[in-house]
Nanobody, 125 residues
Framework: QVLLVESGGGLVQAGGSLRLSCAASGGTFSSYAMGWFRQAPGKERKFVAAITWSGHYTYYAASIAGRFTISRDNAKNAVYLQMNSLKPEDTAVYYC??????????????????WGQGTQVTVSS
């Protein structure tokens, strides 16, 4: 069982930056692909970014490519999402996910993985 806890969300003006963190405990964090998804009100949860267990490869949704950066620190059991040039349409609850089967690297929600409780990001215009 892996417990994921997100932090770092908040209210920011358009053009600003936020850094989300996801702390993991339990399981073997360093062997999991990790990712971030987001869900806006009334919409489905969508893929944002993913990173391989080693951190060598990263994947991004087209809507945020070039503005967001995913990274991880296996020594700290943590994954991060640096978000720059934020736009009002980035407003959503952001969820951290761990996927032992690597499906997340194909933008797929993990079916046998783990989810955090989410952190709210609100971007004002």
């Amino acid at each position: 069982q892996v417990l994921l806890v997100e932090s770092g969300g908040g209210l920011v003006q358009a053009g600003g930056s936020l850094r989300l963190s996801c702390a993991a405990s339990g399981g073997t964090f360093s062997s999991y692909a990790m990712g971030w998804f987001r869900q806006a009100p009334g919409k489905e949860r969508k893929f944002v970014a993913a990173i391989t267990w080693s951190g060598h490869y990263t994947y991004y949704a087209a809507s945020i490519a070039g503005r967001f950066t995913i990274s991880r620190d296996n020594a700290k059991n943590a994954v991060y999402l640096q978000m720059n040039s934020l736009k009002p349409e980035d407003t959503a609850v952001y969820y951290c996910a761990a996927d032992p089967t690597n499906g997340i690297l194909s933008s797929t929600k993990p079916t046998n993985g783990y989810w955090g409780q989410g952190t709210q990001v609100t971007v004002s215009s």
